[in-house]
């Protein structure tokens, strides 16, 4: 049974830093795309960072120079960089592994998710 396994959110002041992590089991995830969504309460689930099986990836505008997604595959976990962290970042950050190897923002790419874990950044 594949699963995806978030850690790493928690409460932070505004312009602080989190490092979220997503551990994958049941199945090895190195030659597929990965991914991390966000959603605040009341809105859409939106796409945050994509990365390739090889390593390229890609951010949404509003995160472009403060997040950063990366992957060990030796761990088949996947990493979110979250830095200058800004009130509007709070969310419920999903991680997601997608049946194909490219860089993908839209969620429909996304075949398996996690559970979630909450970010909260205080001002």
């Known amino acids: 049974q594949v699963q995806l396994v978030e850690s790493g959110g928690g409460l932070v002041q505004a312009g602080g830093s989190l490092r979220l992590s997503c551990a994958a089991s049941g199945r090895t995830f190195s030659r597929n795309a990965m991914g991390w969504f966000r959603q605040a309460a009341g809105k859409a689930r939106e796409f945050v960072a994509g990365?390739?099986?090889?390593?390229?990836?890609r951010s949404a505008d509003s995160m472009k120079g403060r997040f950063t997604i990366s992957r060990d595959n030796s761990k088949n976990t996947v990493y979110l960089q979250m830095n200058s962290l800004k009130p509007e970042d709070t969310a419920v950050y999903y991680c997601?592994?997608?049946?194909?190897?490219?860089?993908?923002?839209?969620?429909?790419?996304?075949?398996?998710w996690g559970q979630g874990t909450q970010v909260t950044v205080s001002s």
């Open positions: 997601a592994a997608a049946e194909l190897q490219g860089l993908y923002a839209s969620a429909t790419n996304y075949r398996f």
């Open positions: 990365i390739s099986w090889n390593g390229g990836s």
